[in-house]
């Protein structure tokens, strides 16, 4: 799930998620960043902004054209929950996911980070029913699911399971994970 149409326009004026801008120093210095289900490309932005080379990939086509505008950006047009993964064998210095989920490209994400890579993930709970959308088991996060999708795979580095109040009120896990 990423920013509906109608939302994009006004998404350059989105600030990046306070998560990714605590830890995407993390991703080392110059490395390729791949940004899932980017929307509006507010991290694209952010991290093109650092001098990273971004991939950012969207069902939505208006993907292609604002990446246009970035210095070092493309943007790819896939349906990550129903095309097959557009970057078999790619490997990223940082992969980037917020406010997605589609389990069954997890375990994905996680090998497309590359040694010395990191994961960078912040998406909606359990217990974000009681705030509103999402409210729908398949796209809330299972309390520990993704320390336990990094298990054995990525050394974590931060991790929170925890009520929000910005940008409204949620229920959100998040996730730095380094690939030793």
Known sequence: MSLPASDRAHAGDVPASVWIERWGALVPGGARV???ACGGGRHSRWFAARGHPVTAVDRDPSVQHWCRGLVGATGVVA????????????????????NYLHRPLLAT???SVESGGVLLYETFATGNERFGRPSRPDFLLQPGELLELVRGHLRVMAFEDVQV????????????????
């Open 165 to 180: 109040e910005v940008p409204g009120p949620a229920m959100v896990q998040r996730l730095a994970a380094r690939r030793e």
């Open 79 to 98: 349906d990550l929950e129903s095309g097959p993964w557009p970057f078999p064998g790619q490997r990223f210095g940082g992969v980037v996911v917020t």
């Open 109 to 111: 994400l996680v090998e």
């Open 34 to 36: 791949l940004d899932v």
